[in-house]
């Protein structure tokens, strides 16, 4: 029985360098469906296409139509508009990603492309989109993720660099500050931790990695995005980030608007998250609720219920009378009819199962096992599950125990033939003393017949004496 497979998210990678589209493919393309353009007009003609492309990877700087103009096309047609972009390219000018960004692309990766950062941000998108799509998510009207009343903790041991990030934040954020790892540790665990976390590296005593190592393992840590804001660049030190559990990486110095754009992307993603888990744990315990229910009905049902799938493999046993079953259910789970059963028992079940498997239920097929305890008969009712996530049918066989309902037939059965001897017996005997009455009736019938022969004879002699006698 396997499942069915998830459709990879698509992403549409536009560059008109090709050893660029074949870098990002094959960073990409294991895990997601790739396709590429080299131009802005093939770009828009491929994104419009069904099924339409769940990210875009747009490089800015073309021949033709630039960046920016794909993205105001893209963001102008309803037919795409929802699709997140997130521009790729070399140009680091900070008024560029700042245009970008407020013509609605969803982040910003700099060429040359780093993997590790490629996939974060490429995840990060393609879960808010998935989000996006639920419908029962809390968004905004603009199709974001509602984010109000949320604080972000600042830790830097450069009281500027918290200044200056509390600032530019504060209008949208509650924003709070620790100068080194051991208070940011303590504020994450205190009563209101921080909604996300801007974590420098490189600081005295206890460095940023460790620091956020730290905080992953608290109880309320483990769940707010880290981003590491650090003048280190290396490749290496941003997986070494990653590892720790960090959420995104920015590199000092940065651009507001490009942190901007992260800080909203990570809170979203979190926000959202937190909304799901608790939607998921309100349906755990309803779930929870209903299966006792079942699970109370189930236990009061006396026979024994088994799922197995077309080739009659136990794939799941109910057995309240435990001593019913031929073998222990840990026996029976994964083994075929053929290797617990007799050969007859196996062709009625495997006869019942096949006759779901063509109409969706069979009933009334019977089989006999010897247990240690006697000789059981039991009747079967099977049915075909209906399920879209399996592979290939399985079904719910309910085998009830008949045997006192055997014998009381067998009882009857017995009273039913001594009635037959008893009555074939005292037929034999009224046809015997029938035959009795007959003969007798016909020695009465004969005899009468003689008797009156002979007083015919009698009358006949008489009037032959009288005519004698007369005048003569």
């Avoid at 700099?110 to 490429?122: F, G, Q």
């Avoid at 303590?186 to 420098?200: H, M, N, Q, R, S």
């Avoid at 992260?262 to 309803?286: D, N, P, W």
């Avoid at 005292?426 to 009465?444: G, M, Q, V, Y």
Wanted: hydrophobic letters at 40%; aromatic letters at 6%.
């Amino acid at each position: 029985m396997t499942a069915t497979i998830k459709a990879k998210s698509k992403i549409l990678i536009v560059d008109d360098v090709s050893e660029n589209i074949h870098g990002m493919m094959n960073v990409l393309g294991q895990k997601y469906a790739v396709i590429a353009a080299t131009n802005g007009e093939k770009a828009l003609e491929m994104a419009a296409l069904k099924p339409r492309p769940d990210l875009i990877l747009l490089d800015i700087k073309m021949p033709g139509m630039d960046g920016y103009e794909v993205l105001r096309r893209l963001k102008t047609d309803p037919t795409t508009a929802e699709i997140p972009v997130i521009f790729v390219t070399a140009l680091a000018e900070s008024e560029d990603e700042a245009k970008g960004l407020k013509m609605g692309a969803a982040d910003y990766i700099t060429k040359p492309v780093n993997p590790e950062l490629l996939k974060v941000r490429v995840m990060a998108q393609l879960e808010l989109l998935r989000y996006r799509r639920k419908a029962v998510a809390p968004f905004t009207i603009d199709g974001n993720a509602a984010l109000t009343n949320l604080s972000i903790l600042v830790v830097d041991d450069v009281p500027e660099n918290v200044h200056d990030l509390t600032s530019a934040l504060s209008e949208e954020y509650r924003i709070r500050g620790a100068n080194n790892g051991p208070a940011a540790i303590e504020i994450v665990k205190g009563v209101d931790p921080p909604d996300l976390i801007l974590l420098d590296v490189i600081m005295p005593e206890m460095d940023g990695y460790e620091t956020c190592r730290r905080i992953k393992a608290t109880e309320n840590g483990y769940r707010i995005p880290v981003i590491f804001l650090s003048v280190i660049d290396k490749p290496f030190e941003k997986v070494k980030g990653f590892s720790m559990g960090a959420a995104d990486y920015i590199s000092k110095p940065y651009d507001i608007d490009e942190a901007r754009a992260r800080i909203k992307t990570h809170l979203q993603l979190s926000r959202l998250q937190l909304y799901f888990e608790q939607q998921v744990a309100q349906r755990t315990v309803a779930l929870k609720a209903v299966t006792s229910e079942l699970q109370a009905t189930l236990d009061a049902i006396p026979d024994l219920l088994f799922e197995v799938d077309l080739q009659g493999c136990y794939l799941r046993v109910h057995a309240p009378q435990h001593e019913l079953l031929i073998r222990p259910k840990e026996d029976l789970i994964g083994n075929l009819f053929a290797d617990i059963l007799p050969v007859d028992a196996v062709a009625v079940c495997m006869e019942a199962v096949q006759e779901a498997n063509e109409t969706g239920f069979s009933h009334g097929r019977q089989y006999k096992l010897s247990l240690a305890q006697g000789t059981f008969w039991f009747e079967l009712s099977v049915a075909r599950k209906n399920s879209s996530i399996a592979s290939e049918p399985t079904f719910i066989i309910l085998s009830r125990d008949i045997t006192e309902r055997i014998k009381a037939e067998d009882e009857l059965e017995k009273h039913r033939e001594h009635l037959e001897e008893q009555i074939q017996e005292r037929t034999a005997a009224i046809e015997a003393k029938s035959r009795e009455l007959e003969r007798f009736n016909k020695l009465f019938v004969d005899r009468e017949f003689r008797i009156k022969e002979l007083r015919d004879q009698m009358a006949k002699l008489t009037d032959k004496n009288q005519g004698k006698e007369g005048p003569g």
